[in-house]
């Protein structure tokens, strides 16, 4: 398995701290919760694949397998100019995310840079390849648009500003890094759940020990083994990994992956807030959505939900979190929108209201509810949501429709990056 081209670059020293001398190299953060179960030769295991494909953040490397535009050297450039070499898009990248982002996001894009412990809601840890806020279907990875997106609008009721004085060029560098990072922690996260299924966890080694009768069999004995299953099937899962990964991103650009109305937004007349009302309260007949159970009865995030205590996913032996309420992927504790605030963390244009209603959030508990609203239905909804600042009078962004201004909602795919 050989990655294209390594790319070296110091980072910038403008990551220390002034006046404490030379900060310490700059390194990715293992992920611990997926490597700490495994033995240390499958940790090993798992640094060998990313060190060699991926490099560190001194030395970058270009895994040509993955749909990135690391940028192609032109030589008739003067050697001073990053643009001379090959890779150059992948390290101005790295450059601008040290410079913007490391601080709360972290050097692994793992969501824990310096400052991220003072920060409600945490910043987002890239490593599980979840992004929440996309116009793309909810199994599928977000496109490179809708990450500038994000970067340009920021996320409202966060601390997560715009970037959008950078420029588009700038924005695009780092929406493939962002994108590169979210591999690469993917891969860790894949890879040591692979292992784990190899029975290369110490628990495993423990159990084989003590189901020994003969108690002959020593530590080094079973790891042995262990390693030879890893030497022989674990090349091919890392191939299999990758190529998943690398499908999953290429086909979130393709067209049948937006999330796009089959009709126009229903214009928010007081019967059709009324209807979304119905809808939203589940009080019509065959289409229960329990928007309720969670948003509350008037849509202030107060429902039954938020007083339950939930089980914790895939959790063995069972458990429960010692928080009541509604949990995201990361373990976090998360309240539904209060939605009579009009604040959006994923937009609050109508069109991103569709998606959020069309698909549900990934990573959370909001699902989407695409099997049992009609497009036009889900456009009532919308209107709904949009009125509750307002008391339910009148629905935001009324003119729109009138003024021919929702044609991003139909021509979402034209526009992509």
Same mark, same amino acid.
Request: proline fraction near 6%.
């Given at each position: 398995?050989?990655?294209?081209?390594?790319?070296?670059?110091?980072?910038?020293?403008?990551?220390?701290?002034?006046?404490?001398?030379?900060?310490?190299?700059?390194?990715?953060?293992?992920?611990?919760?997926?490597?700490?179960?495994?033995?240390?030769?499958?940790?090993? =295991?798992?640094?060998?694949?990313?060190?060699?494909?991926? /490099?560190?953040?001194? $030395?970058?490397?270009?895994?040509?397998?993955?749909?990135?535009?690391?940028?192609?050297?032109?030589?008739?450039? *003067?050697?001073?100019?990053?643009?001379?070499?090959?890779?150059?898009?992948?390290?101005?990248?790295?450059?601008?995310?040290?410079?913007?982002?490391?601080?709360?996001?972290?050097?692994?894009?793992?969501?824990?840079?310096?400052?991220?412990?003072?920060? #409600?809601?945490?910043?987002?840890?890239?490593?599980?390849?979840?992004?929440?806020?996309?116009?793309?279907?909810?199994?599928?990875?977000?496109?490179?648009?809708?990450?500038?997106?994000?970067?340009?609008?920021?996320?409202?009721?966060?601390?997560?500003?715009?970037?959008?004085?950078?420029?588009?060029?700038?924005?695009?560098?780092?929406?493939?890094?962002?994108?590169?990072?979210?591999?690469?922690? #993917?891969?860790?996260?894949?890879?040591?759940?692979?292992?784990?299924?190899?029975?290369?966890?110490?628990?495993?080694?423990?159990?084989?020990?003590?189901?020994?009768?003969?108690?002959?069999?020593?530590?080094?004995?079973?790891? =042995?083994?262990?390693?030879?299953?890893?030497?022989?099937?674990?090349?091919?899962?890392?191939?299999?990994?990758?190529?998943?990964?690398?499908?999953?991103?290429?086909?979130?650009?393709?067209?049948?992956?937006?999330?796009?109305?089959?009709?126009?937004?229903? *214009?928010?007349?007081?019967?059709?807030? =009324?209807?979304?009302?119905?809808?939203?309260?589940?009080?019509?007949?065959?289409?229960?959505?329990?928007?309720?159970?969670?948003?509350?009865?008037?849509?202030?995030?107060?429902?039954?939900?938020?007083?339950?205590?939930?089980?914790?996913?895939?959790?063995?032996?069972?458990?429960?979190?010692?928080?009541? /309420?509604?949990?995201?992927?990361?373990?976090?504790? $998360?309240?539904?929108?209060?939605?009579?605030?009009?604040?959006?963390?994923?937009?609050?244009?109508?069109?991103?209201?569709?998606?959020?209603?069309?698909?549900?959030?990934?990573?959370? $508990?909001?699902? /989407?509810?695409?099997?049992?609203?009609?497009?036009?239905?889900?456009?009532?909804?919308?209107?709904?949501?949009?009125?509750?600042?307002?008391?339910? $009078?009148?629905?935001?962004?009324?003119?729109?429709?009138?003024?021919?201004?929702?044609?991003?909602?139909?021509?979402?795919?034209?526009?992509?990056?």
């Amino acid at each position: 398995m050989k990655a294209a081209s390594i790319l070296a670059l110091v980072v910038l020293a403008s990551l220390g701290l002034a006046g404490c001398g030379q900060p310490p190299p700059a390194t990715f953060a293992p992920n611990a919760t997926k490597l700490d179960p495994l033995i240390p030769e499958a940790r090993a =295991e798992v640094a060998t694949v990313l060190n060699e494909n991926f /490099g560190n953040p001194n $030395q970058l490397v270009a895994w040509q397998k993955f749909s990135i535009d690391y940028g192609k050297g032109d030589e008739d450039l *003067p050697k001073t100019d990053p643009r001379h070499d090959d890779g150059w898009r992948l390290k101005e990248g790295r450059n601008l995310y040290m410079t913007h982002c490391v601080h709360c996001h972290g050097v692994a894009g793992d969501g824990n840079g310096p400052t991220a412990r003072f920060l #409600n809601p945490l910043p987002r840890d890239y490593r599980q390849g979840i992004f929440k806020f996309k116009s793309t279907l909810r199994a599928s990875k977000p496109s490179r648009a809708d990450l500038k997106h994000t970067l340009e609008q920021g996320i409202p009721g966060t601390y997560m500003p715009s970037f959008v004085l950078l420029g588009e060029e700038k924005l695009l560098l780092i929406v493939d890094y962002v994108r590169w990072l979210s591999i690469r922690g #993917n891969m860790e996260i894949r890879m040591a759940e692979e292992l784990a299924a190899l029975f290369a966890t110490e628990q495993d080694v423990t159990q084989k020990l003590a189901e020994d009768e003969t108690h002959k069999l020593k530590r080094a004995d079973a790891v =042995e083994e262990i390693k030879k299953s890893i030497k022989e099937e674990f090349p091919a899962v890392v191939e299999d990994i990758a190529s998943t990964l690398a499908e999953a991103w290429t086909s979130a650009e393709e067209t049948e992956s937006a999330v796009v109305p089959k009709v126009k937004r229903t *214009p928010p007349t007081k019967e059709s807030i =009324e209807n979304g009302k119905k809808l939203f309260l589940s009080q019509v007949k065959g289409k229960k959505t329990e928007c309720l159970e969670c948003h509350g009865e008037a849509g202030r995030g107060d429902g039954g939900n938020t007083e339950k205590f939930w089980e914790v996913p895939n959790s063995k032996p069972k458990r429960f979190y010692e928080v009541a /309420g509604l949990h995201d992927d990361w373990g976090h504790p $998360q309240k539904p929108r209060d939605l009579t605030r009009g604040i959006y963390r994923g937009g609050r244009r109508p069109i991103d209201i569709f998606r959020r209603v069309h698909e549900g959030i990934p990573g959370t $508990q909001m699902a /989407g509810f695409a099997n049992v609203l009609g497009h036009e239905e889900i456009w009532d909804v919308v209107n709904y949501v949009l009125s509750l600042p307002f008391d339910g $009078q009148q629905s935001a962004y009324p003119t729109e429709i009138e003024q021919g201004k929702d044609e991003d909602t139909h021509k979402v795919a034209a526009s992509r990056e």
